[in-house]
């Protein structure tokens, strides 16, 4: 089974500041990555993946996520946050083989201030 | 534009009492998730389907917990009787595979709270 640990569960930032969320997983298999993005009581939407290829995603926000497999890690980054970058985000893994559905991190809470 | 939809958004009930939420997945979708999300546990998967089939309910306390699907624009997750430590959001999800590469479109979630 797989499984995913993103270590902060809150960062907190000033608008313009770079930023690193941090996102580990285990899995005994070959893994897809993703980052889902949640905004106050709204539900989550995909904000990039890796599938295979470049190991470096971009979203079209400016976010960024390299997929290390050495490290077993896939951090997201932005060089320069805005406050409505302020979000909940969740790293998640999937795979082709036994339960095959999303498994989701904890959550890290960006809060950006002005 | 295309969007999964679930009902209600809020419900208030006391234990005991039977709750069901409905989510209709984006047309053209034939897998559809259900996920809870709580404080403590995070997002949890409860059950999936795929083509209106469950395909894994394991997440899901089966003694009170129910999911179908009575067709392709409907779903269904019921909790006879609920306890407070139900209490959550329940988010359904669409897609058009599963596992893998499949991006997964959320609805906005049923907030239940249980008294």
């Known amino acids: 089974a797989q499984s995913v640990t993103q270590l902060d569960s809150q960062v907190p930032v000033f608008e313009e500041a770079p930023v690193e969320l941090r996102c580990n997983y285990s899995?005994?298999?070959?893994?897809?990555l993703f980052w889902y993005v949640q905004y106050p009581n709204q539900g989550l939407q995909l904000l990039l993946k890796?599938?295979?290829?470049?190991?470096l995603v971009e979203s079209i926000n400016g976010f960024e996520a390299e997929f290390n497999k050495s490290q077993t890690s896939f951090h997201l980054r932005k060089p320069s946050v805005h406050i409505s970058d302020t979000a909940e985000y969740f790293c998640?893994?999937?795979?082709?083989?036994?339960?095959?559905?999303?498994?989701f991190g904890s959550g890290t809470r960006l809060q950006v201030q002005p | 534009d295309a969007r999964v939809t679930q009902t209600p958004r809020h419900k208030v009930t006391e234990m005991g009492q039977e709750v069901t939420m409905r989510c209709q997945p984006i047309?053209?979708?034939?897998?559809v998730f259900w996920y809870r999300q709580t404080m403590m546990q995070g997002l949890e998967l409860l059950a999936y389907?795929?083509?209106?089939?469950?395909?894994?309910d394991s997440g899901m306390p089966k003694d009170r917990f129910s999911a179908e699907m009575p067709d392709a624009t409907l779903a269904t997750l019921k909790i006879q009787p609920s306890e407070p430590r139900d209490s959550a959001v329940y988010f359904c999800?669409?897609?058009?595979?599963?596992?893998?590469?499949?991006?997964?479109?959320f609805g906005e979630g049923s907030r239940l709270t249980v008294l």
């Open positions: 999800a669409s897609g058009t595979r599963t596992g893998g590469t499949g991006e997964l479109f």
């Open positions: 389907f795929r083509n209106r089939a469950p395909l894994d």
């Open positions: 890796y599938l295979s290829g470049s190991t």
């Open positions: 899995s005994s298999v070959s893994v897809y």
């Open positions: 047309l053209g979708h034939n897998t």
């Open positions: 998640a893994v999937s795979t082709d083989t036994g339960r095959r559905a999303l498994t």
